[in-house]
Structures are given as C-alpha cells and as structure tokens.
C-alpha cells in the first residue's frame, strides 16, 4: 500500500472516531483551519527548491553523536525527512515507509538521516517503536529547520488543542516557542545542490519514498534532472 493510501485510511480512522474518542467539529475546525492558513501563506513555496544550494548542518544523533551533512555527502547523495515528532501518527507511518525503501536509498549510494526538533530520548523511542535502522538527528529551536525555510509557530488555538490532548510539545521539545517543521523531504547530491524538493503544510500529505529513486539512480549516473 502507498504511503498516502496508509495517511488516507489513518484520517478516516481518527474522523469516525475508530480511535476513541470521536473528534468534535470544533476540534476539527480548528485543526483544518491552522492546516488552511499555513498553505495560504505561501511559506511552502518559499521553501528551497531543486537547484538551490542545501544548507549545510551538524546536528547530534540519538545517542549523541555529531552527524555532518558535509561528511555524509563526501560519501555520496543524501535524503533528508524533517518530521514534527513521535507524537504525530502520520510522521510515524512515513518514518515506517523510508524504512522500508530504506534498501533501494542504499542500492544507489545515497544515505538517509530524519530531522525533528524532540529531544533525544524521543527520537530514541521514535527509532524503537519505528523499528528504524536510519539516524534521527535533533534539531533544537528547529534552527536547521528554519535555514530550509520549512520553521513555523502553531497557532494559539491549536496549542491549547494539543495541550488537551497531552501534546505538550515543550516538553517533547525541551523548548518553550512551541514551533516545528513543516513536513519535507530532500535529495542533496554530493555537490550540495537538492535534487529533490517536497515540501508538505498540510501534515496528512506526504510523497511516497518511491518517488526519491528516479531521483537518486540520476544523482548516481551523474545526470541532471
């Protein structure tokens, strides 16, 4: 099944309320709203695109260490993910989906890292209960995040909405401004120029990851796109 058709089914799911409890309209409303006015901002379309430099970070890994884009690309192309958090089911599900193409990635060369701004020990759990074998790496205050453009504050409204569904992102974040990612995800090739560009203001859509390979097989051959 396609990453989509599994986001799809998951919005059902939550909407009938097959996941008690049922969300109410007001709930709904006010997530449809936040998810309506990111889009029309236009932020996503100010994100870079392929042909742009890929800004270039150091970021720690779950178990610590500094992880160097400049050093993964010495050794070939690299897909990035930004994801908001372990908390978010349909971040979940894709961290799943780049598992499991996570072979083909590695069939053309390229290597994968997922960027979120939770601490640590969430993205430690985000690798067990993912069954991942890809790097999570932290991204405090979403710094990297806001150097690709992709940084954004939740609305007042949505966060009382989180704060009573227990999303506490301060504390999942280990930071008050209660920001995140827009979900996105690229393809930098070794010159550091993204090859592959998507970015997502609206969280229940993401690409699937068969869409990086065509991408990749032209980064190995050395093509453009």
């Not at 986001?7 to 709904?28: F, I, N, Q, W």
């Not at 236009?42 to 695109?49: I, L, S």
């Not at 940084?151 to 989180?162: G, H, Q, S, T």
């Not at 690409?207 to 065509?214: A, V, Y």
């Amino acid at each position: 099944m396609k990453l989509q058709d599994r986001l799809d089914a998951l919005t059902a799911d939550y909407e009938s309320g097959k996941h008690p409890p049922k969300p109410s309209r007001e709930v709904l409303d006010i997530m449809n709203r936040a998810t309506a006015d990111l889009i029309a901002s236009g932020q996503a379309e100010r994100a870079p695109k392929a042909g742009a430099k890929a800004p270039e970070f150091t970021l720690k890994d779950s178990d610590g260490r500094a992880v160097s884009s400049l050093d993964l690309l010495a050794k070939g192309p690299l897909v990035v993910s930004f994801y908001r958090g372990v908390w978010c089911p349909y971040c979940n599900l894709e961290l799943q989906a780049l598992e499991a193409a996570l072979p083909e990635i590695k069939a053309r060369g390229a290597s994968l890292v997922a960027i979120s701004p939770q601490t640590a020990p969430n993205s430690r759990k985000s690798q067990r209960d993912n069954k991942l074998s890809f790097a999570i790496l932290s991204d405090e205050r979403c710094e990297v995040a806001g150097a690709f453009g992709i940084r954004f504050a939740l609305p007042e409204d949505l966060i009382a909405l989180y704060r009573s569904f227990k999303i506490d992102l301060a504390a999942y974040n280990d930071d008050a401004s209660w920001v995140l990612p827009m979900p996105a995800r690229y393809a930098i090739g070794r010159d550091g120029v993204i090859a592959y560009a998507e970015v997502n203001p609206d969280y229940t859509r993401r690409p699937d990851p068969s869409e990086l390979l065509p991408v990749l097989d032209r980064l190995r051959l050395g093509t453009a796109a």
